[in-house]
């Protein structure tokens, strides 16, 4: 069975300096996975996927992940933090053979400081 | 384009009573799920339908109902609500191709009160 730990619940960093924001999965297949972003009050974007191509994803905003099979991690990374990337952040699995069933971490809420 | 719209925004309910949140895309997506957030464990997936006419169960469906009369609505029918379905739902669909790695595209959510 799948599943997916998010490391940190919440993660303070200042403004410009790095994030990190890790997630640790465990799958029976081929993962997909998949970081999405929740801003205050508002519904999930997809911030980045990996689709196997390759083990450094790109996403939106900045932000990428390595997928890590060796150690069974997707961590977040981003080389500077604006006020604007305050937000929940969503670790989340899917099967290979795709039922289209996501299975979510716990969040990792980030606080930017000025 | 929309895109997916949920409605209500929020709603306050009394125990027992009916309730059914709307959900509807645009999109001409295949798939469609519900979910609920709750603090501390994340997204669980409540129903789920990969085709108009077709619903399955998701990790958390017991007091839910669905249906998918069409491509486009996937509504979500608390028969008799209680307090512990106090939470934010969110709507969700995806194209769902077959070998595809699927996005899946929220819409705003629904923040439901049961008293």
């Known amino acids: 069975a799948q599943s997916v730990t998010q490391l940190d619940s919440h993660v303070s960093v200042s403004e410009g300096t790095p994030v990190l924001l890790r997630c640790n999965y465990s799958?029976?297949?081929?993962?997909?996975l998949f970081w999405y972003v929740q801003h205050p009050n508002k519904g999930l974007q997809l911030l980045l996927k990996y689709t196997s191509a390759a083990t450094l994803v790109k996403g939106i905003n900045g932000f990428e992940a390595e997928f890590k099979k060796s150690e069974t991690s997707f961590h977040l990374t981003k080389p500077s933090a604006h006020m604007s990337d305050a937000a929940e952040y969503f670790c989340?699995?899917?099967?290979?053979?795709?039922?289209?069933?996501?299975?979510f971490g716990q969040g990792t809420t980030l606080q930017v400081k000025p | 384009i929309a895109g997916i719209t949920q409605a209500p925004t929020s709603q306050i309910l009394a125990a027992g009573r009916r309730m059914t949140l709307r959900c509807t895309q645009d999109?001409?997506?295949?798939?469609m799920y519900w979910y609920r957030q709750d603090l501390g464990l994340g997204l669980r997936l409540i129903h789920y339908s990969n085709t108009a006419g077709t619903t399955g169960k998701g990790e958390v469906p017991d007091g839910y109902s669905v249906s998918r009369a069409n491509t486009d609505d996937f509504p979500l029918t608390l028969a008799s609500a209680v307090p512990s379905q106090t939470s934010v739902y969110f709507c969700?669909?995806?194209?769902?191709?077959?070998?595809?790695?699927?996005?899946?595209?929220f819409g705003p959510g629904t923040r439901l009160t049961v008293l």
């Open positions: 999109m001409r997506h295949n798939a």
């Open positions: 989340v699995v899917s099967e290979r053979v795709n039922t289209g069933k996501l299975i």
């Open positions: 969700a669909s995806s194209v769902l191709g077959q070998d595809a790695i699927d996005t899946q595209y």
């Open positions: 799958s029976s297949y081929s993962p997909s």
